[in-house]
T-cell receptor
Framework: EDQVTQSPEALRLQEGESSSLNCSYT??????LFWYRQDPGKGPEFLFT???AGEEKEKERLKATLTKKESFLHITAPKPEDSATYLC???????????FGTGTRLKVLA | DTGVSQNPRHKITKRGQNVTFRCDPI?????LYWYRQTLGQGPEFLTY????????KSRLLSDRFSAERPKGSFSTLEIQRTEQGDSAMYLC??????????????FGPGTRLTVL
C-alpha cells in the first residue's frame, strides 16, 4: 500500500537554528513528490516538486532533496514567519491521486 | 487571477441534512481535485476531474458523496444524509497539465463543515 510518513510531528527551533524535516514514502512507482506549507485555517501552499532521486530544489531558506525512499526539507536560518505545518505528498504511477503525510508542525521562536 | 475560491467558507448543518459546496478553480486550469482534511491530518484525496470527466474517485468515499464538474469549469461536492463523522475541512485544488510533468496544485481556502 502506498504510504507517506513524516517526522518529527512537531519541531520547535530558535530563530537561526537550522534543521531538517523528513518524509519517508512507500509507493509503487513514484511519479512525483511534493512539499507544501500550510498556515492555520488556510489551504496548503505549493513549495516544490521532485521527480527523481538525486534531485534538489531551493527557494529562499528552504531546500528539498529526494532519495529513492525519502525526502528532506532543509530549513536554513529559519525566521518566525517560517512557522507553519509542512506537508509532503506523493503521486504514484498509474493514478491521479496524491497521498499526503500528516505533516510536521514547525514553530520558530524569535 | 484571484486564485481558487470556495463557497461557503463555513457550513453548520444538522445530521441527516444534505449539503453542497462549490469550487471555482483558476480559469485556465483543466484539473480539479477535492480533498477532506481533519485536525492534525494531511489532506485525504476524494476525487479528481480532468475537464468535465471524473477520472478517479477514492475507494474510501461513501455513496453519500458525489461530485460534478459541468462544462469543465466550477465543481460541486454534495454530501447526502450528513453524519457527524463528515465534519472536516473540504479543500479544492486545481492545476494545469497535459501530462504528469506539470502538476503543481493550487489550493482554495476550504469549506469547514460542522455536523451537529
Amino acid at each position: 500500500e502506498d504510504q507517506v510518513t513524516q517526522s518529527p510531528e512537531a519541531l520547535r527551533l530558535q530563530e537561526g537554528e537550522s534543521s531538517s524535516l523528513n518524509c519517508s514514502y512507500t509507493v509503487s512507482g513514484l511519479r512525483g513528490l511534493f512539499w507544501y506549507r500550510q498556515d492555520p485555517g488556510k489551504g496548503p501552499e505549493f513549495l516544490f516538486t521532485l521527480y527523481s532521486a538525486g534531485e534538489e530544489k531551493e527557494k529562499e531558506r528552504l531546500k528539498a532533496t529526494l532519495t529513492k525512499k525519502e525526502s528532506f526539507l532543509h530549513i536554513t536560518a529559519p525566521k518566525p514567519e517560517d512557522s507553519a505545518t509542512y506537508l509532503c505528498a506523493v503521486q504514484a504511477s498509474g493514478t491521479y491521486k496524491y497521498i499526503f503525510g500528516t505533516g510536521t508542525r514547525l514553530k520558530v521562536l524569535a | 487571477d484571484t486564485g481558487v475560491s470556495q463557497n461557503p467558507r463555513h457550513k453548520i448543518t444538522k445530521r441527516g441534512q444534505n449539503v453542497t459546496f462549490r469550487c471555482d478553480p483558476i480559469s485556465e486550469h483543466n484539473r480539479l481535485y477535492w480533498y477532506r482534511q481533519t485536525l492534525g491530518q494531511g489532506p485525504e484525496f476524494l476525487t479528481y476531474f480532468q475537464n468535465e470527466a471524473q477520472l478517479e474517485k477514492s475507494r474510501l468515499l461513501s455513496d453519500r458523496f458525489s461530485a460534478e464538474r459541468p462544462k469543465g469549469s466550477f465543481s460541486t461536492l454534495e454530501i447526502q444524509r450528513t453524519e457527524q463523522g463528515d465534519s472536516a475541512m473540504y479543500l479544492c485544488a486545481s492545476s494545469y497539465g497535459t501530462d504528469f510533468a506539470n502538476n503543481e496544485q493550487f489550493f482554495g481556502p476550504g469549506t469547514r463543515l460542522t455536523v451537529l
